[in-house]
């Protein structure tokens, strides 16, 4: 393929890394550390393998003891690099093959490989421009602890891997369920040989083939490259080189191995996740949050001494003045609760209102949980667990925070209503005029008493004008007072009722910073989660 192709590749795996790398941070705290582990050191490895030669693939040789790995890696290579020998373990060090020094040595010390051998060109095959490494393995079913690990750590670094199976030994579960099943998504980098077919009668070839390839298929390798080969008679050397050098030349490799690592990666943290977005935060779980706690903050009865409140003092401020003097004896609901004073600093005092009980915190929980419950509905298990606890992490400062709320919201309790004045002036007058008129009769008694002439007293439709300016006052005081407690009902209702609503938003408002916003927030993580494991994953 061409360096274009080759670089759509590379810009394409840039993407999917940077996608795998953002799901990955986003599910940091949801998913156990392992997993995120796992992926961390995908993404390490992918940046220090493109950091490295791009010039160069790197083929790797994996094989069972006996396979004859090291005979097919010097077969391919056209000379003894590797000394093959009949005792086991065949191959105790990584060994490498390179075509094309340049570039080659970082890469060799970045895969620990020490020794390295200079091939000669190979015709049609690999000369010193090709940009070839290959690399003889131990086998992956040693003995020795030390060569597994080695195996096992260049799995996951080469860019192509050759598995080299036997006639004997090629159904053999520790390579297909240790290697191959779990590496079913690098199949575009993968070759499967199988060497010494020498062995067989000639008819029996193609059956074992097909066993293989059915083998390989229930692996999910359906679609993996197989080749018949005899690296002792040569049978299948020119196929087997041919499908090294495609890939070699096409320079996709590297690219493609990675790639295939991310979808891996991101399979893994699927399966962690699981499927489903959340339903998120609707406005009517909203309401019925805010309505729970205002009622379990006590709202109903702030409001309900804000109504009481201003009745108190609409009687004090309008009521019949002989008698309005009682109402100082009755004390104020808002005070009671500390709810009315100046200069008050909520975040240092303090509401009087009861604090909260087994049934208010009972119900505070409920309603936190069941808004956490809906809003993560049909978020996958993980995400689910997430959610609600970041509902409940904020549930437990709700009560100092509803209490400084309730506090700080201006009731209103203070300001005085324009109708006070002129009912005040009004009453008054009234009493005034009632007592002019028992001054007027006192006045005409004390006359009469000491003998003295007592003036023509003016009648207004017969009636006597100190005894109208007594009655009228009295009877106008009274229904004065009748008037302003009902206007003060009135008013006080208004007055509770603008106090719900602004009770109402300052309990809305803590509810939304510490529930909502933190349960919008891992809601919002979630789909973002999607959206980058989505992009991770698109091959």
Do not use: C
């Not at 087997?240 to 990666?265: E, F, K, N």
Request: charged letters at 20%; proline letters at 5%; a positive charge.
């Amino acid at each position: 393929m061409s360096r274009h192709g080759a670089a759509a590749e590379a810009t394409r795996l840039d993407r999917r890394l940077m996608a795998l790398n953002e799901a990955r941070e986003l599910a940091a705290g949801a998913f156990p550390e392992d997993v995120l582990d796992s992926v961390l050191q995908v993404l390490e490895r992918a940046g220090s393998r493109r950091s490295l030669s791009a010039d160069h693939t790197v083929v790797g040789f994996f094989g069972a003891t006996g396979s004859g790995k090291s005979s097919l890696f010097n077969a391919v290579s056209g000379e003894e690099i590797a000394t093959a020998a009949a005792r086991r373990p065949t191959t105790s060090e990584p060994l490498a093959g390179i075509w094309g020094t340049e570039g080659s040595e970082e890469l060799l010390d970045w895969l620990e490989v020490r020794n390295r051998h200079h091939a000669s060109p190979v015709p049609g095959f690999a000369d010193e421009g090709t940009g070839l490494i290959l690399l003889d393995l131990p086998d992956f079913d040693s003995t020795r602890a030390a060569n597994r690990k080695i195996v096992e750590r260049m799995v996951g670094l080469v860019d192509v891997l050759v598995w080299v199976l036997d006639p004997q030994k090629y159904a053999d579960a520790a390579v297909h369920n240790g290697f191959l099943a779990p590496l079913a998504s690098h199949g575009a980098v993968t070759l499967v040989v199988l060497n010494q077919i020498d062995r067989l009668p000639d008819r029996d070839i193609p059956p074992v083939l097909d066993s293989l390839k059915g083998i390989l298929a229930r692996d999910g390798l359906g679609k993996v490259q197989v080749i018949g080969a005899s690296a002792v008679v040569g049978t299948g050397m020119d196929k087997v080189r041919a499908a090294i050098r495609q890939v070699a030349t096409q320079r996709q490799a590297q690219s493609q191995r990675l790639g295939a690592d991310v979808t891996r990666a991101s399979a893994r943290l699927a399966e962690a996740s699981g499927q489903g977005a959340a339903a998120g935060v609707k406005a009517a779980s909203k309401s019925r949050l805010a309505g729970e706690l205002a009622a379990a903050a006590n709202v109903p009865l702030v409001v309900d001494a804000v109504v009481r409140s201003y009745r108190l003092e609409s009687a004090r401020r309008t009521g019949w003045p002989v008698t309005r003097w009682l109402v100082r004896f009755r004390p104020d609901p808002l005070r009671r609760l500390n709810l009315r004073r100046e200069g008050a600093r909520p975040d240092v005092n303090r509401t009087s209102l009861p604090p909260a009980g087994a049934p208010e915190r009972a119900r505070t929980d409920a309603a936190v949980r069941e808004f956490a419950d809906a809003a993560s509905d049909g978020a996958p298990g993980p995400w689910r667990a997430v959610i609600r606890g970041a509902a409940r992490e904020g549930r437990d400062r709700l009560p100092d925070a509803l209490d400084q709320a309730i506090e700080s919201t201006e009731l209103k309790a203070g300001s005085t209503a324009w109708w006070w004045t002129p009912f005040n002036i009004v009453h008054w007058l009234a009493l005034l005029t009632a007592l002019g008129g028992f001054a007027w009769l006192g006045v005409l008694a004390a006359l009469g008493y000491f003998q003295l002439p007592v003036p023509e007293v003016p009648l207004v439709q017969g009636w006597p004008v100190p005894t109208v300016m007594i009655a009228g006052g009295a009877l106008f005081g009274i229904v004065l007072a009748i008037l302003a407690k009902f206007i003060a009902g009135a008013a006080a209702r208004a007055r509770g009722s603008a106090a719900r609503k602004r009770l109402k938003a300052a309990v809305a408002a803590v509810a939304e910073n510490l529930v909502v916003e933190p349960v919008e927030l891992e809601v919002s993580r979630l789909a973002s989660f999607n959206t980058a494991l989505q992009a991770a994953a698109r091959q």
